[in-house]
């Protein structure tokens, strides 16, 4: 199970996708269309890439001077994809970006990253076969998304001394701290018998005390 994906990857760090110094690209392709909420590029049969729902689509035209992201809401067939402008998680509706013509696109995917990082969480809480039972999950999935953030920066930065790197570090350690503080503060409601209500706590609340 992943906590988050690449959808609220986006929503704290879109540079992570603009810019993709991580260059985690899933698929690349020219000469695609959109139209309103679908997305098409007739040479990609989108089934058979590793495209899923909630990740991110880059597009641009650099002649036009038009560069955006979308989100993938599903996979369709004859090389097309519903997309969406990013939206808020309580929204259903499809958000329509507009339409174009002769784009370039790149899907950037920070997938695997999530699965790690996933994986930790629900094992250090004792949650890997019970993650379905939790029934307050959003700080569970900010902590994921700030661990992952923390990590892709951390790993493309090189030195101490590069300016880009200096600012890759300072993202990663940002990152780790709003990681820290909300790891430090969870309090988890598990439904243990499957009737909607909450039958055990897990929580990690705890104070750091310091000797001045």
């Known amino acids: 199970m992943r906590l988050c994906s690449d959808k609220d990857i986006f929503k704290w760090e879109p540079a992570l996708f603009t810019a993709a110094p991580a260059e985690r690209f899933v698929l690349r392709g020219t000469q695609a269309q959109l139209s309103s909420t679908t997305f098409t590029d007739t040479e990609t049969d989108f089934l058979l890439t ?48 507009g339409n174009y013509s002769n784009l370039d696109y790149a899907v950037v995917s920070y997938a695997s990253i999530i699965e790690e990082v996933s994986y930790y969480l629900l094992s250090k809480f004792g949650l890997l076969e019970s993650a379905d039972n939790i029934l307050n999950d959003r700080q569970l999935k900010l902590c994921c998304v700030f661990a992952v953030i923390s990590a892709c920066y951390a790993s493309v930065a090189l030195s101490d001394t590069d300016s880009e790197d200096t600012l890759y570090w300072a993202k990663s350690n940002y990152y780790r701290k709003r990681f820290e503080e909300h790891r430090s503060s969870l309090e988890l409601l598990i439904d243990i018998d499957g009737d909607g209500n909450a039958d055990d706590i897990i929580t990690t609340n705890s104070i750091a005390l310091e000797r001045n």
């Open 50 to 97: 590793a495209v899923a729902p909630a990740s991110i689509l880059r597009l641009w035209n650099t002649l036009a001077q038009v560069e955006f992201c979308c989100e993938v809401v599903s996979l369709g067939e004859s090389g097309e994809l519903v997309v969406s402008a990013i939206r808020p998680d309580d929204i259903t509706q499809l958000w329509s970006p």
